[in-house]
């Protein structure tokens, strides 16, 4: 029998939203998140039912699904979700929503659309900065005492003028170079097309070669099968001793492994990551080098963005419901 609390309206008649486990954003702004008058929130991280036993219970009755990257939208959960209808992620990114699946079966997907990429694209430029001037390496200089012991701190690098080599020239990636252009920053970019004439970047087919006339790199691509790994030993090694490289798309874009070797062996310069591969796992290796900061997948996270997300769901599902288009389609 479910909880009272695991859902969160009692109109029968109402379609019925499944969210398997709480998305980061309602864990902060509580059930407001999604509140709406027109759906009904079936809450499964909230039921003391094991997940097959609570979908079980609630297979038929599911017409929607809000899927953050931590529940996947695998084929397997499609199968035992036979009127599943709509697909509503928390992400820009659709890599764990299984989207050959829902189109054979005809079930319309939507994204976050834009509403993280100003937020993104500040922790971009922000690790960014930390890696060429060393901002956290000097903040644990000064809190272990060495100041005093070891004097002036070494030196870090200027971010004017730098050549800045984007991966993924987007929604995200536009707002990473508009924020670089006051630096004098010279920006390049790769993506699957060359935009239009008006937008004033050197475009690059081969990644390769933009990493070899770049001084950092900043990933703001998709993860798809093509995607996958494209920042390989090559990229990192055209890239140089002095490369920078940054990371705010998906951990999987970068062969990792090889990374974490050319970080240890000087074979880069840094790296600012915000996404692994393996998360939340992160290779202990990079613990101890200051030349890498971390943040744990936040780059989307402010307050704004959060509440900017939750109207844009809950307009996708009622724009759906009412057999309105949706308003930042997938499929």
């Known amino acids: 029998m479910t909880t009272s609390s695991s859902i ?3 109109t ?3 379609p019925r939203v499944l969210i398997v486990k709480r998305p980061a954003a309602m864990a902060v702004l509580g059930d407001r998140f999604v509140a709406s008058t027109k759906f009904e929130i079936l809450k499964a991280f909230e039921s003391p039912l094991p997940l097959p036993a609570f979908l079980a219970n609630h297979s038929h009755s599911v017409s929607a699904v809000i899927a953050p990257v931590a529940a996947p939208v695998t084929a397997d959960l499609i199968r035992l979700l036979p009127n599943l209808r709509l697909v509503v992620t928390t992400s820009a ?3 764990h929503v299984d989207l050959v699946e829902c189109r054979r079966r005809g079930i319309s997907v939507a994204n976050a659309g834009s509403s993280f990429s100003e937020d993104v694209a500040d922790t971009a430029v922000g690790l960014l900065i930390d890696v060429f001037r060393r901002i956290s390496a000097a903040n644990r200089f000064v809190k272990q005492r060495f100041w005093p012991l070891k004097g002036d701190y070494p030196l870090g690098s200027k971010l004017g003028r730098k050549r800045i080599g984007i991966v993924g020239l987007g929604s995200i990636g536009s707002k990473v170079a508009t924020r670089l252009e006051p630096f004098g920053c010279q920006i390049s970019y790769s993506s699957r097309n060359q935009k239009p004439y008006d937008v004033p970047y050197h ?5 390769e070669e933009m990493a070899a006339n770049s001084d950092a790199l900043i ?13 390989n030993k090559d990229v990192l090694s055209a890239l140089g001793k002095q490369g920078v490289i940054v990371n705010v798309a998906r951990g999987a874009i970068i062969d990792e492994v090889e990374m974490v070797r ?7 310069g840094g790296a600012g990551l915000d996404v692994f591969e393996d998360e939340p796992n992160v290779p202990k290796e990079l613990f101890e080098l200051d030349n890498v900061v971390f943040s744990p997948h936040c780059a989307f996270m402010s307050l704004e963005g959060l509440e900017e997300l939750g109207k844009l769901l ?3 599902i009622e724009a759906f419901f009412s057999n309105k288009p949706l308003l930042t389609p997938v499929l």
Request: include cysteine; hydrophobic fraction near 40%; aromatic fraction near 6%.
């Open 8 to 10: 969160l309206s009692t």
């Open 203 to 207: 475009y690059y087919m081969d990644i």
């Open 12 to 14: 029968e008649n109402l």
């Open 93 to 95: 990114g659709v890599d």
């Open 262 to 268: 050319c970080l240890r062996e000087g074979e880069i």
């Open 219 to 231: 990933i703001c691509c998709e993860l798809n099968e093509k995607t996958m790994h494209l920042i």
């Open 314 to 316: 809950v307009a996708n």
